[in-house]
């Protein structure tokens, strides 16, 4: 990972963003708003799925009226997401911890201004939401769905805001295509200091979000880009959060939780990897230790993985070896391995905590 590009630090629900302050993972309820509800609940859901930001969609007045119950009971930080009609971001304005407004669809610029002024009186950051599908008509006609005219809208509107004092800004980009994602991100980087909320919008369902995100996000955050981030998939909750979690682990941003080696199966196998593996990483979620684990199913990889790994198996048949820093602790029979492997990951998760 390159070094973080510097930007300037926002507030949103006594959360920072940006700087050198951690990358939170945002998601988005998708019950309908007025239902309190169940709103709560998804929150509630997302909350203990380790979600830092959560936002919710306003339509219309009945949803913005539902915003103050909601705000009242919700354990994240709260963002109002408004399209089309300015009047529902001054309602919102008065109980939520950030607005997202996007530029393309708010229509005139004293609508902008009003939001602002609203956004000012509570120290309310704003996300500026560019999206390449509804880019406002003049960037559209001129440069048509692109990054350039994705770039050229976020300046536009922030130099707008800039205007009008307000510089607690948020920026992002998002194109539902992983190309225009990232070259939108990396054009816009250099010219504006403000955090940025990385996503690839309308991303698609768990598997096709997952490949479009972490490509995307992934070699963004590798370049040092990006402050806060949201993984969209369609009709997931607790996913979006684990994968943005995990992106964040794997691109080496976070140093948090259990790093699970496992080797590709193949005719050498001499156990039952695919079930251990399971186990493992169900065992071994509540670990925030930074550990790096090694599962694997044959002498050809177990032992060279072993000597790196803080704790590994290393099946052999009907039997094998659990080893701390590449030193046999065990030798054990097959069905006793993974139970000897999790207690010495535990160890080790305590030791580190130290």
Request: hydrophobic letters at 40%.
């Amino acid at each position: 990972m390159l070094q973080r590009y510097p930007t300037k630090q926002i507030v949103l629900g006594g959360i920072p963003i940006g700087g050198d302050a951690p990358i939170p993972v945002q998601s988005m309820t998708f019950t309908r708003t007025r239902d309190v509800e169940g709103t709560l609940e998804q929150i509630k859901r997302l909350h203990f799925a380790g979600c830092d930001i959560v936002r919710v969609a306003v339509p219309d007045y009945e949803d913005a009226r539902a915003l103050a119950a909601i705000k009242a009971q919700s354990s994240l930080p709260l963002v109002a997401d408004i399209h089309f009609n300015y009047r529902l971001a001054l309602i919102a304005a008065e109980v939520v911890d950030g607005i997202r407004i996007n530029p393309g669809n708010i229509g005139e610029k004293s609508r902008v201004a009003e939001v602002v002024k609203a956004c000012q009186v509570r120290n309310l950051p704003i996300r500026i939401g560019v999206n390449s599908g509804s880019l406002e008509k003049e960037f559209d006609q001129r440069y048509g769905p692109t990054a350039k005219g994705m770039v050229e809208s976020a300046l536009y509107n922030i130099k707008f805001l800039e205007d009008l004092g307000f510089t607690d800004i948020k920026v992002s980009l998002k194109a539902s295509d992983v190309v225009r994602t990232v070259e939108a991100y990396r054009l816009l980087r250099p010219l504006t200091p403000y955090p940025f909320h990385l996503g690839v919008t309308e991303a698609g369902t768990l598997f096709h979000s997952t490949i479009k995100s972490s490509i995307a996000l992934g070699t963004l955050l590798l370049e040092g880009i990006g402050d806060t981030i949201r993984v969209s998939m369609t009709g997931e909750l607790e996913e979006e959060v684990r994968v943005g979690k995990a992106i964040l682990k794997d691109s080496g941003v976070v140093k948090s939780g259990v790093n699970i080696i496992s080797c590709p199966t193949c005719g050498r196998l001499e156990s039952n990897l695919v079930k251990a593996v399971e186990e493992v990483e169900r065992r071994t979620k509540h670990i925030k230790t930074p550990l790096d684990i090694s599962v694997m199913g044959c002498v050809v990889n177990a032992i060279g993985e072993a000597k790196h790994a803080d704790v590994a198996i290393a099946f052999g048949k009907g039997q094998g070896l659990v080893m701390r820093k590449g030193e046999v602790v065990a030798k054990l029979k097959e069905d006793e391995l993974v139970a000897r492997f999790l207690e010495e990951v535990e160890k080790a998760a305590k030791e580190g905590e130290k």
